[in-house]
């Protein structure tokens, strides 16, 4: 045979061994759920003391011995009773009836797990129900007995407690575990219970009038004395607000005082400030004004006084230099006159005279003609010039002018030559 035909009947032989190693290890293996255990019975084991022919899986996985060991599931999940007690005698010999739910699940931890192996393997759920309620009835018997039908039916908290502390060690011995236990109903076939209700209800009623009419008075009392406490309040509160009115009106007094006397410092001050100010405007304006009448007044002054100095020392000069000219031409003049004789007396004269001849001759001042005849020079020119001469003098000395008085009444032209006028 080749060795690839070799390989392939290897290869088929192992996994056909690990097929069966499969099956049987799934058959074999047990895996247990957090809510369960696993018994594995057959093989022997110590405990503490004591050898037990089983051991116990809770949560996990493990394998189960072929042909010696065998496996059984223990329901580890939480079931409810109900319990109902009727006509168990409390301490005082009352029959009381008593309802209430509880709570129980097989415990999950050694070495309880192990009792109610021990005592529950193979037993169905409905059998551990039966038997943890019996127990706890018998023990809620029990609980009822050593209290009163009052202390049952007030502390219904506590009566639970009680049971739970007395259930315990039987519910532990067999494996169990109470997780809750609550008391629903206490009630009584004789109708003690409600005879304590009525005499604890009418207790209660007096307690609550007397309370309510203690209340009503201490609620009298409290608001006299809140009455007197508001109007004490109050007086000393107006009391209050008057000196704080009073202080307030101090301190506006006060403040106000201390405006008024910043205001007339500020006033003074202003003043004081408006007066120095003017003072130096004023100190400004003295010294402008002295620099304006320097430039105005003195020093044009003062130009004209240097001015006419000059003028007059120059005036004066001339004044001088003419009379010592006209001296020296006096003197000479007199001398040339003492030399000359007779004949400078003459021609003296006639130096004096020349300047009158002209104003004499009227050359010197000017001469208006007022109007211009041109008169003909035929052969009667003369009595032409005699009429104009004559109405000349006439116009001259009434202000008549006889050519235009013809000119009026005869409508014509004056007879004559004619005239122009200029100025």
Excluded: C
Excluded at 6 to 33: D, E, H, P
Excluded at 270 to 283: D, F, G, N, P, S
Excluded at 298 to 323: F, L, M, S, T, W
């Amino acid at each position: 045979m080749n060795p690839v035909g070799i390989a392939g009947v290897l290869l088929f032989a192992g996994i056909i061994v690990f097929a069966l190693l499969s099956a049987v290890v799934r058959r074999l293996l047990y895996v247990a759920t957090p809510n369960e255990a696993l018994v594995f019975s057959g093989r022997w084991r110590t405990i503490g003391e004591r050898e037990v022919g089983y051991r116990i899986l809770r949560g996990g996985r493990s394998l189960r011995m072929p042909l010696i060991e065998q496996v059984t599931r223990i329901d580890l999940s939480m079931f409810t009773l109900d319990l109902m007690v009727q006509n168990a005698y409390s301490k005082g010999g009352i029959p009381l009836n008593v309802v209430g739910v509880a709570n129980v699940k097989i415990s999950g931890d050694e070495p309880l797990l192990n009792n109610a192996a021990e005592r529950f393997l193979g037993k169905q759920p409905q059998e551990i129900m039966r038997i943890a309620k019996e127990t706890l009835e018998g023990n809620l018997r029990g609980v009822l007995a050593q209290l009163t039908p009052e202390q049952v039916n007030e502390d219904k908290t506590r009566f639970a407690q009680t049971l739970i502390e007395e259930a315990e060690h039987d519910m532990s011995r067999m494996g169990l575990v109470l997780d809750t236990l609550k008391i629903q109903n206490v009630s009584d076939d004789a109708g003690y219970l409600n005879s304590i209700g009525r005499i604890r209800g009418a207790v209660v009623r007096q307690q609550a009038a007397i309370a309510e009419a203690q209340m009503q008075a201490d609620a009298a009392v409290q608001k006299a004395d809140n009455l007197k406490n508001a109007e004490i309040a109050k007086i000393d509160a107006d009391l209050e607000i008057a000196r704080q009115q009073y202080a307030k009106r101090i301190a506006d007094a006060q403040t106000k005082r201390t405006a008024m006397i910043a205001e007339s410092q500020g006033q003074v001050a202003a003043e004081i400030a408006k007066v120095k100010a003017e003072i130096e405007r004023q100190k400004a304006r003295v010294l402008q004004v002295q620099r304006k009448l320097d430039a105005e007044v003195v020093q044009p002054a003062e130009a004209g006084r240097k001015a006419a100095e000059e003028n007059a020392r120059g005036n004066a000069a001339r004044i001088a230099e003419q009379g010592r000219a006209q001296a020296a031409s006096l003197h000479a003049l007199i001398e040339q006159y003492g030399r000359s004789g007779s004949s400078a007396r003459d021609v003296l004269v006639v130096q004096k005279l020349m300047p009158l001849v002209q104003l004499i001759a009227g050359s010197q001042q000017k001469v208006a003609i007022r109007k211009v005849t041109v008169l003909p020079t035929e052969k009667d020119a003369d009595m032409a010039r005699k009429a104009i001469s004559t109405n000349e003098q006439l116009r001259a000395a009434t202000g008549i002018d006889l050519g235009q008085v013809v000119k009026r009444l005869g409508g014509g032209s004056t007879p004559g030559a004619g005239s122009s006028g200029g100025s």
